[in-house]
């Protein structure tokens, strides 16, 4: 069973960045497509980015291309997402899993941005 840890979160200002990371135990990931997901309070989760097993093709949400950059490290199990010029409207709990979402979520790392 694959346990998902996502790490990096913290209060910025606007404009500012964070990298956030997604680390996989239990069962390496390396083998699918895996994705960031955020949730907002009071809305639903929703996608935000996903990357292809081999990290060659990328995919993101309209409100975050440009700003957001998803990348794996295949050997440690792991995704990142490094977000650049954060908006108060990025703030929300973020997840990472497969982009079909069938593994158990994690707990999530929260970012919240200040305007």
């Known amino acids: 069973q694959v346990q998902l840890v996502e790490s990096g979160g913290g209060l910025v200002q606007a404009g500012g960045s964070l990298r956030l990371s997604c680390a996989a135990s239990?069962?390496?990931?390396?083998?699918?497509?895996m994705g960031w997901f955020r949730q907002a309070p009071g809305k639903e989760r929703e996608f935000v980015a996903a990357?292809?097993?081999?990290?060659?093709?990328?995919s993101y949400a309209d409100s975050v291309k440009g700003r957001f950059t998803i990348s794996r490290d295949n050997a440690k199990s792991a995704v990142y997402l490094q977000m650049s010029n954060l908006k108060p409207d990025d703030t929300a709990v973020y997840y990472c899993n497969r982009p079909n979402a069938v593994l158990p979520w994690g707990q999530g790392t929260q970012v919240t941005v200040s305007s």
């Open positions: 990357i292809s097993r081999s990290g060659v093709t990328t």
């Open positions: 239990g069962r390496t990931v390396s083998s699918y497509a």
